[in-house]
């Protein structure tokens, strides 16, 4: 965050007052901690706003997890992948389920 700010660019001054959260840092696999709607423990969460403020735990603290919504040919993907999420999804029959119904809630 200190970065895009020190830049002085006036696009990057633009596009900031339209961010209502900002996740900073680079992901390290190894500090993949399982938590929040942050990849790795090293990733800072920045309130931009105070819209999402109410959720911070969300945003850091939270077991992750997805939901699988089967769509005729596709499917779709909703929240962040837990550790082991591989295994587990592999464990599902798709065969026997339904499109449009959530197959399982993946935590």
Known sequence: MAQLIAKSDLNINRLLPL???????????ELNDNKGWRG?????????TDRHLP???????????????LRHDAAL???IPP??????FQAVDLATA???NVTRDFA
């Not at 790795?40 to 309130?47: D, G, I, K, L, Y």
């Not at 959720?55 to 919504?69: C, S």
């Open 77 to 79: 993907m909703v929240g």
């Open 19 to 29: 961010i209502d959260v900002l996740i900073d840092g680079q992901y390290i696999a």
């Open 98 to 100: 339904k499109p449009g």
């Open 40 to 48: 790795s423990a090293n990733q800072v969460v920045h309130f931009l």
């Open 83 to 88: 550790h082991n999420f591989s295994q587990d």
């Open 55 to 69: 959720e911070a735990d969300l945003f850091r603290d939270r077991p992750r997890n997805v939901e699988i919504h």
